[in-house]
Each structure stands twice: as structure tokens, then as C-alpha cells.
């Protein structure tokens, strides 16, 4: 990316993130509703990938309006990230739904720490909001993104939402063994786990195609000991449902620990489909 695109790239965001938070919800609604939907009619390379990927998970599904609706949920992730850090307590832990909740607070009540891995489904940003107010305080990973400056304002975002951000790379601090304190000493590790981005994960099969996802999350789980726990998201109306899966067994090690995650990403992927905001290439044989 030039140095003057990604200027303007960070100014357009700096400008959401001011004035988007300032109108009304109604409307924003709508101006986002009406940018997916011109998206979507102009077809470009992301939306073709959407519809890849949708594809795969829903074959016999009417792929234009899923795609449709999959655009529109992932306009609306960005809507709520422009306006997530003006939301209060009460909004952020109210627009929140669980299923199987009791998984996650009676592992993380053992005091042996918790990983939680999840899909690029719905918005990750508010649930990892939602657990630090109601007790669970979040340390994640983030990919670092073009401009500098963009990435920062991400970081400051998260941060202002009550995570701990460690940069995947660039940093002078050890991921890896920040991850690993956290977790010893009894913390809430959550790690966005359905794409590899080292070209070094897993093999696994992912809706009957193979694919690639990252160790690191079973990693950490057999080295602390802390539980590993799936969770998949999905939007209802005006709220985020958060649904916790059975813990990972760790028979087999890394690589069967992984292959479980993906057969349970999959199973809240193919539920809600629309929420996958999967603009990218997964699936290792195209």
C-alpha cells in the first residue's frame, strides 16, 4: 500500500470513528445497510471470495441473498466498531445473549486459566467487551495491519473496550510467553483461531475441504493446562449470542485438538452463516 493511499485509509477511519458515534443509531443503520448493498452490486474481489466461501459451507443455499445478508452483517460489525467505545456497561453487556455460559465460568473459576477460540463470525470486539464487565478481562492477539497509525487506533480501540492487545509481530515482547504468564496465572486468553496467517498451521478439514488453522491456541492449552473452549457467535436482532462449546479433549495432541475446534467452528458457522465475515481465501485447494 503507497504511502498517500494509506494515508487516506487511516483519515477515513479516523473520520468513522468520530463521526459515526455521533448519529443516530437509526441512521447509521441505514447509511451501512445501503453501503453493503453497493458493495455487494459492485462485486469485487471481496464479495466474490464471500460467495466462495458461503459456497462451500451452503451449497444448495440461494447464494446471492446469502451473500447479500453475509455483506450486511459484516457492514454491521464495522457500525457497531465505530460505536462500541460509546456504548455504556449496561448496553454492552445487555445486547449480550449466552449459551452454555456456565462452561466458561466454572473453567475459568478453577483458577488454571481458560482459552477461548473462536471464528471471524459476528462481533468478536463486543463479546470480548462483555467479558471483561462482567469479570473475565481479555488478553488477545492482533494482526498487525497497513498503516502504522491504523493499527494503533485498533489497539487504543480494544484497549478502550478492556483488552490486552499483544501484536502477533513487530513487537519486542515475547507473544508466546506473555500468553503463557497470563494463562499460569489465571486469565482469560481469547484468540480469533479459523484463519492461519503463518503459513505454518495446521492441516484440517474444514466442511469437507482442507484448510489451515492455527496451533496455537491447543498449544497453549497442553502446555498451561487451561481448558480450550470453542465459541461461536451469531447476531439476533439487536443482540450478540455467544455460545460456548464442550472443552477441547486433548487426546491426540495439537493437531486433533485444532480438528475439533474447526468441527466445532463449523457447526455455529453452518447455523448462521450470514455472520461468517470470511472476506478472505481458507480453503487450501483453490
Known amino acids: 500500500m503507497d504511502g498517500l493511499r494509506q494515508r487516506v485509509v487511516d483519515l477515513a477511519f479516523a473520520l468513522a470513528w468520530t463521526l459515526v458515534r455521533r448519529l443516530p443509531e437509526r441512521t447509521v443503520t441505514w447509511l451501512f445497510q445501503r453501503a453493503a448493498d453497493q458493495v455487494v452490486r459492485r462485486n469485487g474481489r471481496g ?7 458461503l459456497a462451500v459451507v451452503r451449497p444448495d443455499a440461494d447464494l446471492d441473498a446469502l451473500t447479500h445478508a453475509g455483506m450486511r452483517s459484516y457492514l454491521r460489525y464495522w457500525q457497531e466498531a465505530f460505536r462500541l467505545p ?11 445473549r449466552t449459551v452454555n455460559e456456565k462452561l466458561l ?52 480501540y480494544r484497549k478502550k473496550l478492556g483488552m490486552e492487545v499483544l501484536p502477533l509481530t513487530g513487537s519486542d515482547r515475547d507473544v508466546t510467553r506473555v500468553l503463557l504468564e497470563r494463562l499460569r496465572a489465571g486469565g482469560f486468553v481469547c484468540l480469533v483461531a479459523d484463519r492461519d496467517l503463518s ?11 482442507p484448510s489451515r488453522m492455527p496451533a496455537g491456541p491447543a498449544a497453549l492449552s497442553l502446555r498451561t493446562g487451561a481448558p480450550l473452549i470453542p465459541a461461536t457467535l451469531h447476531y439476533d436482532g439487536p443482540h450478540l449470542v455467544i455460545t460456548f462449546h464442550d472443552a477441547i479433549d486433548t487426546d491426540g495432541g495439537a493437531a486433533a485438538m485444532t480438528q475439533r475446534c474447526a468441527d466445532a467452528f463449523a457447526q455455529g458457522i453452518a447455523a448462521h452463516p450470514e455472520d461468517w465475515h470470511m472476506l478472505q481465501r481458507i480453503f487450501v485447494d483453490e
Open 47 to 53: 464479495v466474490r471470495r464471500l460467495r466462495g466461501n
Open 199 to 209: 503459513e505454518r498451521g495446521v492441516p484440517v478439514t474444514f466442511f469437507g475441504r
Open 86 to 96: 460509546e456504548w455504556t456497561d449496561e448496553e454492552i453487556v445487555g445486547r449480550v
Open 105 to 156: 465460568r466454572d473453567a475459568y473459576a478453577a483458577g488454571r486459566g481458560v482459552i477461548c477460540a473462536l471464528p471471524h463470525l459476528a462481533n468478536y470486539d463486543h463479546a470480548g467487551a462483555w467479558a471483561g464487565r462482567t469479570g473475565m478481562p481479555v488478553s488477545t492477539v492482533a494482526e498487525r495491519l497497513q498503516p502504522e497509525s491504523l493499527f494503533d487506533r485498533f489497539i487504543a
